[in-house]
């Protein structure tokens, strides 16, 4: 385990003597599902000579790898979370993050986990028993341990294999655009917490259904903070879906028999808040266009849908890859243009 700066500084400069910029594999492990507010725990590291863990609990200054990774070009699988984690507690992003993910599918690859893809490509069952454990607790079994590097391990040598695949195929521009398009889509993301009470399902919801909504989040959200553990341990989305309903309706919730002493006070006093509160302050729900669906519209998005599927089968790879149905449909109003909405390679199957 990697658990000081200056061993950590060692680590990375052994493993970057070259003049360009460096290749790694990385993966991350946070305990979200343990904690309130979810934070970075581990780092699996890979180069061409072999894996390492590296505890950001225990080190106290992170930024010689910041500075490895900003240049890098960094594999990982299912990236978009990894990419978040690292924009989060290091500030960087890799310049280059190719996702085996991404490759794989492709490929027309149709199961893509990490662990059907080390089967697939190395004929190795991966253990997947460490996969809800509390990363935040020191020090690791070795069965975590294991699990972690694993996680790692083969990402380089599955990255080469991938990309020989799709180079054969002509599709290996495909793949750099599109995982381009993923971390560009990761950098642009607004992480601020303004409006996530605004879960799926709330949409449903009149305004007073969703002042209520608000009211449970802003409530459900404090008590996990005080409790440091994850918000669903409180109430989960879809129970608060449910009291916001019926409170909204005038009646009342069942809360669960563990709810005990200051808990079911402060949530009176939010109920009491909710209801004395003026409908000036209700929250507005979303705008939505409202349009008629004709026979020239459904025409055009199923001429979209029949190229697509057509288009799909011939290359061997699931149609949402080349188009969303949403996209299409977006497109087929005017909303959006082909350049605004679809990757130049998707455009190129389209025909666009």
Known sequence: MIDTTEKLAALLRNNHQGNGPPTCAIDTEADSLHRYRESLCLVQFATRDGCELIDPITIKDLSPLANYLAPATVWMHGADYDMTMLKRELGVIPAVVPDTQIGARLLGLRRFGLADLVAHYFGIELSKSSQKADWGKRPLSGKMVEYA??????????????????????RLHWFEESCDAARAKVMERDDSRA???????????????????????EWRDREAEAWDRPAFMVVTNR???EW???????????????????????????????RAMPESDWPKRPEKI???RDKAF???????????????????????????????????????????????????????
């Open 290 to 292: 409202r349009r008629r």
């Open 149 to 170: 590097l694993n996680d790692v391990r083969y990402l380089l040598e599955m990255g080469d294999m991938i990309t020989a695949g799709l180079r054969d195929k002509d």
């Open 244 to 274: 916001a309903t019926k409170l909204a309706d005038g009646g009342k919730v069942q809360l669960p028999r563990h709810y005990r002493g200051d808990r079911l006070k402060r949530f009176s006093k939010m109920v009491e808040q909710i």
């Open 298 to 352: 459904e025409r055009k998005v199923d001429g979209f849908l029949k190229a697509r599927d057509a288009k799909a089968a011939e290359l061997d790879i699931d149609p949402s890859l080349i188009a969303a149905r949403a996209v299409l449909e977006s497109i087929a109003w005017g909303d959006t243009t082909p350049e605004e909405s679809l990757l130049g390679w998707q455009r190129e199957c389209l025909g666009m």
């Open 239 to 241: 129970e608060m879906l």
């Open 195 to 217: 409006e996530n009470w605004r879960i799926k399902g709330s949409g449903r919801l009149d305004p007073r259904g969703l002042a209520w909504l608000r009211g449970l989040w």
